[in-house]
């Protein structure tokens, strides 16, 4: 990954605001492209990156996962700025997580789920940041031509993100676009800080940039013709080539190797294929699987008493009862039964409602006996 261009700002389906980039479309145009890595950044959200992870790693494309977030705007709650977290661990997963969390817990304005830097750590552990371009803090300071506000700004990034944080500039057509990009790089230079570049994608090729507009229109509430709806997005904002990168920031080829470096750094493995299931305390003799198994017999003794008559069908009902059991414990759901069975007893016991169940695992009869259902199965076929 020594050459070439990775792209750091891209938003998908995901970002329901703005974004048109079908996943499997995104990472199938990345190895076509030969390009090394490629990164999801949805806007304050995650929730692409499970199937993004895996069909890059498929096509043998790095995943690089990220988030483009709402940052609160002290002076004016209803234009907040932007922060671009890239993970480049599972620990910067996490944080990135709590942070996106307590955005939509805590920090809506205006229909925008928000940070605020109050939140951060210092330092923020396994995240790197990009600055937002224009769009972000800095570069609104340095837009507003307030070079002090600006170094204050990213003096504070450098403490919560030290070694970390990225100035992010780009060529995407948009107004004062070049003088951002100017004072950042004087900045950048004047602070030491490194730049990188980006195409905020939000489409993949030139020719969906309609496609994308009409996207933005039914997101606003407008229509194409509307001419005093607001543009915030160019034809330019697709995802440009390696070579077209590079000849775009030919006068500043280290944004375009920090990219490279960049994806060098992220390194977040997702862990597929496993269940993350709380501990369920169990008898220091007994395993959760024979735990389980002991529960449903006692529940099942239970539902007999009550109902004698479906003792003459015992057979039926125990054979059906090891059947479900085996299922069960062969697919490692043991603890999670366990677990539902609690909460629904807690529930019960005080005053609680709870609801019939659904879906294939109410229809067992571990579920029955367990006392998580109340209809019998067998009886209703």
């Not at 057979?315 to 629904?344: C, H, N, P, T």
Request: hydrophobic residues 40%.
């Amino acid at each position: 990954m020594s050459t070439g261009f990775v792209h750091l700002h891209v938003h998908s389906e995901y970002s329901l605001s703005d974004g048109i980039v079908r996943l499997s479309d995104l990472v199938q145009a990345a190895a076509e492209s030969r390009m090394p890595a490629v990164a999801l950044t949805d806007l304050a959200n995650v929730f692409g990156i499970v199937k993004f992870y895996r069909e890059a790693v498929a096509v043998g494309v790095k995943p690089i996962v990220g988030s483009d977030l709402w940052l609160e705007n002290p002076a004016d709650a209803h234009k907040p700025f932007r922060l671009l977290l890239l993970c480049q661990n599972l620990e910067g997963y996490r944080q990135l997580c709590r942070l996106l969390t307590r955005a939509y817990a805590d920090g809506q304005h205006s229909g925008r789920p928000c940070i605020s830097g109050e939140w951060l750590p210092t330092p923020t552990p396994g995240l790197i940041a990009l600055s937002g371009a224009q769009d972000g803090d800095v570069g609104q300071a340095l837009l507003a031509n307030n070079r002090v506000l600006a170094e204050e700004l990213a003096h504070r990034y450098q403490a919560w993100f030290p070694g970390r944080f990225y100035i992010e500039i780009a060529r995407t057509g948009h107004p004062h676009q070049e003088d951002y990009n100017h004072a950042a790089v004087a900045l950048a230079t004047k602070l030491g800080l490194p730049v990188v570049a980006t195409n905020q994608v939000v489409f993949l090729k030139p020719e969906e940039f309609e496609a994308h507009e009409v996207r933005v229109c039914i997101q606003d509430g407008r229509v194409l013709t509307d001419s005093r709806r607001p543009r915030r997005y160019t034809s330019q904002q697709y995802l440009r080539s390696q070579k077209e990168m590079a000849e775009l920031f030919a006068d500043i080829p280290e944004a375009i190797a920090n990219s490279i470096a960049i994806a060098q750094r992220c390194n977040f493995k997702l862990e597929l294929n496993r269940y993350f299931l709380p501990d369920y305390p169990v008898p220091g003799d007994m395993t959760i699987d024979d735990l389980l198994r002991q529960q449903a017999a006692t529940g099942f003794e239970a539902r007999i008493e009550e109902n004698p008559t479906i003792a003459v069908q015992r057979q039926q009902y125990a054979a059906r009862l090891e059947l479900e059991l085996g299922v069960i414990v062969k697919m490692g759901f043991s603890g999670y039964f366990l677990i539902v069975a609690d909460f629904i007893d807690w529930a019960k016991n005080n005053g609680v409602p709870v609801g019939p169940g659904r879906g294939s695992g109410a229809g067992s009869l571990v579920a029955w006996g367990l006392g998580i259902t109340a209809l019998d199965p067998i009886k209703y076929d």
